[in-house]
């Protein structure tokens, strides 16, 4: 079956770190998207990874072990606008439809 | 540079009404996508379209229908609401070239069914 976890929620505090996990367990894998949702927004494109290995932009990293069916969202220097949900995605198929399959979400909140 | 682009907004509809939600996008994307999301159940795929005049079910189709004459516009329709359709709706769209490229949503339908 398809299963993505993530943690509901998370605080943190302001210029700190924090890492946002993601672990699934699908029929197959083609690529694992991050999305920022901020309340009452349409989701936003944060990073992709379909390779092992570290991805960075800017204050926001991803990782992922395709072995481990396990990726995290790195942000640094937290600042208070970084309050938001962040989606895991996996891609299960190649482009034949681009299809999505989310997790429920983290609602990461940062506090002064 | 408007994007994937909902209409309406918000809406209340009684019990057995019926309406279409629109999206319309101007990015020339292949493919488009309508998504409900709930408090703890994340976004769930209701149908899809890989291009016009083509729709396939997703996860969660029963209650809704979908058309797609026109590239740029995917219209979900509701043919009699019930409380339980109340939710957010999102359309989503990305082009067909996949590899790193993400789906695209518009601002999102707050619908109530009373």
């Known amino acids: 079956g398809q299963n993505i976890d993530q943690p509901t929620e998370m605080t943190a505090t302001e210029g700190a770190i924090v890492q946002i996990n993601c672990t699934y367990q699908?029929?197959?894998?083609?690529?694992l998207f991050w999305y920022q949702q901020h309340a009452g927004e349409a989701p936003t494109f944060l990073s992709y990874n379909v390779l092992d290995g570290l991805e960075e932009k800017g204050r926001f990293s991803s990782f992922l072990s395709r072995s481990k069916g396990y990726s995290y969202l790195l942000l640094k220097e937290l600042q208070m606008k970084d309050s938001a949900s962040y989606l895991c995605a996996v891609r299960e198929e190649g482009g034949a439809t681009n299809k999505l399959i989310f997790g429920t979400g983290t609602l990461l909140a940062v506090q002064p | 540079n408007a994007g994937v682009t909902q209409t309406p907004k918000f809406r209340v509809l009684k019990t057995g009404q019926s309406m279409t939600l629109l999206c319309a996008q101007d990015m020339n994307h292949e493919y488009m996508y309508w998504y409900r999301q709930d408090p703890g159940m994340g976004l769930r795929l209701i149908h899809y379209?890989?291009?016009?005049?083509?729709?396939a079910k997703g996860e969660v189709p029963d209650g809704y229908n979908v058309s797609r004459l026109k590239k740029q516009n995917f219209l979900l329709g509701l043919e009699s609401a019930a409380p339980s359709q109340t939710s957010v709706y999102f359309c989503?769209?990305?082009?067909?070239?996949?590899?790193?490229?993400?789906?695209?949503f518009g601002d999102g339908t707050r619908l109530s069914i009373l």
């Open positions: 989503a769209s990305s082009t067909a070239q996949v590899g790193n490229q993400p789906q695209h």
């Open positions: 379209s890989v291009g016009e005049g083509t729709t």
């Open positions: 699908t029929s197959g894998f083609n690529g």
